[in-house]
């Protein structure tokens, strides 16, 4: 390439693009600088050479006015910000944990992984460290249920992570609200974060229960209930939000 410097942004830009497109989408290469009759798909301008100059992609050229014919492999390039969910209960070692295998498990089973930032969390941090109930993860188990959280207490970083914050009880529900309070004075947080936080047993549709009960004090059967109440307000969850995304998607 004659006459042209290098160390222009434009040139670094142009190379990049003419790269890419030149090694992977030759032929989506040839619909995206030239211009086609939309009745009869032939091609009316000439494409650009590989080696054309630096003027052939300015902001007036075909390179940019005709954007439209991108390909999706150029496209997928730009991908969405993946779904943040957290789980929260009393201690982050029965509920919380179980709430995050089941909904990771779901997400997995759909092909979603990538779609979703999954976590869980205790409003106090007196088990901070330890790994979940033994019984929880025994109940998973026998429904192939991997429950591997580590337990750690809700943090103010949190509400500006993620999307939606899932309480296990009105009591967890106000004491996250609480901690909001709190922290909101001391660093900036987002003015809507309270409105992230809601009820886990709001997503149920098979289930009349307003709370998930803390199982700890209870007998195995507790441990079902759980994850009874579980999987039915996940699956209702990932409904929901693949819905919202199809409806963004298409509008």
């Known amino acids: 390439m004659k006459n042209v410097d290098p160390s222009t942004s434009n040139f670094v830009y142009s190379q990049v693009v003419l790269n890419f ?18 009745a009869t798909n032939a091609q009316i301008s000439v494409a650009l050479p590989l080696q054309a ?11 940019v006015n005709h954007a439209r014919f991108i390909p999706s492999a150029v496209a997928s390039m730009s991908q969405t910000k993946p779904s943040a969910v957290l789980f929260v209960c009393l201690g982050n070692i029965c509920r919380s944990p179980a709430a995050e295998a089941v909904f990771t498990d ?6 979603l992984e990538s779609r979703f930032k999954i976590d869980s969390a205790g409003t106090i941090g007196f088990h901070e460290g330890n790994p979940a109930d033994s019984r929880m993860r025994a109940a998973g188990k026998r429904r192939g249920l991997e429950v591997t959280s580590i337990s750690r207490p809700i943090r103010p970083s949190d509400f500006r992570e993620f999307d939606l914050i899932l309480a296990m009880d009105m009591q967890n529900r106000e004491d996250i609200l609480s901690a909001y309070e709190r922290w909101r004075s001391k ?3 987002p003015e809507d974060a309270p409105k992230k ?3 886990m047993c709001s997503y149920c549709t098979k289930h009349s229960e307003a709370e998930v009960p803390d199982p700890y004090y209870g007998g195995p059967q507790g441990f079902e209930k759980v994850l009874d109440l579980l999987e039915d307000a996940c699956e209702s969850l990932l409904n929901t939000f693949m819905a919202e995304n199809s409806n963004t998607s298409t509008s």
Do not use: H, M, N, W
């Open 21 to 38: 497109i030149s090694s992977s989408c030759s032929l989506q290469y040839q619909q995206l600088t030239g211009i086609y009759d939309s």
């Open 53 to 63: 100059p630096i003027a052939a992609v300015s902001p007036f050229s075909p390179l």
């Open 106 to 111: 779901l997400v997995r089973k759909r092909g």
């Open 187 to 189: 660093e900036s947080l």
């Open 197 to 199: 936080v809601k009820l």
